[in-house]
């Protein structure tokens, strides 16, 4: 069962991180990562506003597609690594059968356009969790599109494919203080269970628990 870390981290930047396996991890990197291009494999962003509408379809990740879950991952924690609890260095020593692990938590969607991605996140279910109840992870924007409601409509989409798919609650976490991550998912009708748990990283700080119910409406 993983054990539960900050799970998404909007990089508006936004702070919410995710869950680190609790099993022992090979470090046997058999080759280096691709970086992921921010900025010149992105199609030129438009003026402020609403420009999803202009950009590439979300789509969800197939299996055989776990290569661009770990580039486009790496690159999120190596532009944006105050966001999340996970680091760079850690995560880019896991070998191909760990990262096919991670795959298979969960469902991974991208948008992307040529060797860009644009915006991810993760739906994932933990080991004994209610077969309804999913939790957010990986949430990352890149840098020239975050204030464009790309992050909201990106996670806008994938709550309704999850209500769609008779999933009724859905969970999270935010850095406590964290106000843009905060600010972002009361937009979307998520409500704090009070619930702050220290951080396992011995610093002291907490990270919130926030829910939404995907039953009300």
Known sequence: MPARGTIAAVAVPVGVGQKVGRRTLRSNVESQP?????G????????????SC???????????????????????LKESP??????HACEMSYDQER????????????????????????VTREYGAPSDVRYLEYVWVAP?????????????????YLKESGVRTVFLYVLEGNQPATWLYKRLDFQSTDKKPLLPDGSGRREEQFSRDLTER
């Open 54 to 76: 202009m950009l590439p379809p979300l789509r969800r990740l197939e299996p055989q597609e776990w290569q661009l879950l770990r580039l486009a991952r790496l690159t999120a």
């Open 99 to 122: 990262w096919q692990e991670e795959f298979d938590r969960g469902e991974w969607f991208v948008r992307e356009h040529g060797e860009g991605v644009i915006c991810m996140t993760g």
């Open 40 to 51: 010149s494999g992105l199609p030129p962003r438009p003026g402020r506003g609403n420009i």
């Open 144 to 160: 020239e599109y975050r204030r464009d409601r790309v992050a909201y409509d990106m996670l806008s989409e994938v709550l309704r």
């Open 82 to 87: 105050d966001a999340f609890l996970a680091t």
């Open 34 to 38: 691709m970086q992921i291009h921010l």
